[in-house]
C-alpha cells in the first residue's frame, strides 16, 4: 500500500506543472522477471522527458534454466504488495530532424519488494552403487529489495493521431537488499546482478 500511496503522490506533483503530457503503458522484461508498467510522462523544453509508473510483477512458475541461480529470473510474488513496485525514468531526445522516428538515451530505476522462488538439485541420498541421488527441491527467499538501474538507448514513432510506440533497449546494475536465514547461504547483505532492461509499449498524448 506505502508503493501505491507513493505512486500517487509523485504523480499529482507532476500533473501540476505545464507541459506535454503522456500517459504510457509497457512491457518490460528485466535480469529479476517479467513485469507490465502503466503511468504518466511529462515532457519539458521538446527534449526532456520524464517519467513515473507504477509496476505490476509478473510471475512465472517456470525457469530459463536448472542453474541454481536465486535472483536472475527468479523475482515471484507473494502477495499484493509484492506484485506492486515503481518505475521512474529519463529521456533525453537526439537526432531531432528525424521526423519519422525520435530516438532518445534513457536512464530507467525500477524498485519493488519481493521475494525469490528457485527449483534446485540437491544431494539427497546414495544408491545401491554408491552414487549420489538428487532431489529437486523449491526454495523461496526473501522478500527482498529490488533496485534495477539500467541505462541504454530507444525511439519513438507516431502510429496514429495521438498514439505512439516506444521501445528501449539497456543495460545496468541491479541491487538487491534484504536477509534470508532459512537457506544455506544467507543473504544478508547487498547482493548485484549485471542487468538489463528490453521495453516496447504504447504512448497516449494527451496535450501539447
Known sequence: MKFFLLFLTLLFSITILKSQDDLIITYNSTIAGRNIAFGYLKTFHYKNEFGIMLRININKQTQNDDQNKVFVKRLYAKNFIQHLGIETSYRRRFLEKWKCINPFSFYDLQL??????????LPYTYDSNGDVLYKEYIISLGPF????????????TKLFKSLYLIQKAGVGITLILGKDETFPDSYDRIEWEFGYLLSVGIIYRLKE
Open 112 to 121: 519493488t519488494y519481493s521475494s525469490t522462488r528457485t527449483k534446485a538439485f
Open 145 to 156: 529489495f529490488w533496485l534495477e538501474n539500467n541505462i541504454g538507448i530507444g525511439f519513438k
